[in-house]
């Protein structure tokens, strides 16, 4: 393993660190559940290079049963309460303070299931477009059979049977 090829090709850097305060408002609030989504890095900011959201969900159970993305991996680094963590093989009850990484192809998905809130960090590598995603599944009751199959993979979403 190398570091990749420089970016970057200046001699005195660039005064371009990005700041967000912790009391920043939540970029997207779910109407149905109250679960809100930072957008602490889109991919878009990135250059393409990853995604980083900050996911927090209320009590109630929420979040994606079993499905693998052909494209990006994802990252969950847990900050408060339980998060129920598919790892492809069982669901493991993930803590503060646990990483779970899934590499491109692995099957995953997670649950609130503690019947209390919990927060994560969600990591995506390469960065992605996954804000029109989160936004997207919104109105996913709305969509058709066809309109569903359409969003899931322009989000490269691939469900489980």
Avoid at 15 to 35: E, L, M, Q
Avoid at 45 to 73: A, K, M, N, Q
Wanted: net charge negative; with cysteine.
């Amino acid at each position: 393993m190398t570091y990749p090829p420089p970016q970057y090709h200046g001699d005195d850097g660039e005064k371009s660190a990005v700041y967000r305060p912790a009391g920043t408002a939540p970029d997207f609030v779910y109407p149905n559940n109250g679960t809100r989504v930072h957008y602490l890095s889109s991919g878009a900011s990135t250059g393409g290079l990853f995604g980083l959201y900050r996911w927090e969900c209320g009590p109630g159970v929420t979040g994606p049963d079993p499905h693998f993305h052909r494209t990006i991996s994802e990252s969950f680094y847990i900050l408060s309460g339980v998060m129920s963590i598919y790892d492809g093989n069982r669901w493991i009850e993930a803590e503060p303070h646990d990483w779970v990484h899934v590499p491109i192809g692995g099957i995953h998905g997670f649950k609130n299931r503690s019947g209390e809130p919990a927060s994560m960090l969600l990591h995506f590598s390469p960065g992605a477009p996954r804000e029109g995603y989160f936004e997207g599944l919104a109105g996913i009751g709305q969509m058709s059979d066809e309109e569903k199959a359409a969003f899931y993979l322009e989000h490269d979403n691939h469900w489980l049977d």
